[in-house]
């Protein structure tokens, strides 16, 4: 029953963080065809959200909030994500052209077969 509950939470937690969450909301603009090719670009935005990990860290050895470790956390983990997307997109996008290729190839083959088809 426990382990039920922990599911279901699970799952309504990632609904809500996919639907609301602006770089979940990107990333998933960013898987769909037409963007695949923006994915290397964003990647810059995660060298941002480095950028500002590095300076949540450097912030709190001097002797700012520790509470600037959420800000850490959540930095940390969106620019992962952009910095993983990257070459992920590029994979994608070759999965995707080769699939194209493919259709390309056998639609053209129809074609030339059906011009040639006694009538």
Not at 31 to 37: P, Q, S, V
Request: net charge positive; with cysteine; charged share 20%.
């Amino acid at each position: 029953m426990l382990l039920n509950r922990l599911w279901n939470a699970s799952i309504h937690t990632r609904i809500f963080l996919r639907r609301w969450m602006p770089t979940n909301i990107l990333l998933d603009r960013l898987r769909t065809r037409r963007c695949l090719r923006w994915g290397v670009p964003a990647m810059l935005l995660g060298v941002v959200y480095i950028l500002i990990a590095a300076t949540c860290t450097e912030l709190i050895d001097q002797g700012w909030s520790e509470w600037l470790y959420l800000a850490f956390f959540w930095a940390l983990w969106n620019g992962l994500k952009f910095l993983l997307f990257g070459p992920w997109s590029l994979i994608l996008l070759a999965q995707v052209r080769t699939r194209e290729a493919i259709a390309r190839r056998r639609q053209h083959r129809h074609a030339a077969r059906s011009e040639h088809a006694p009538v």
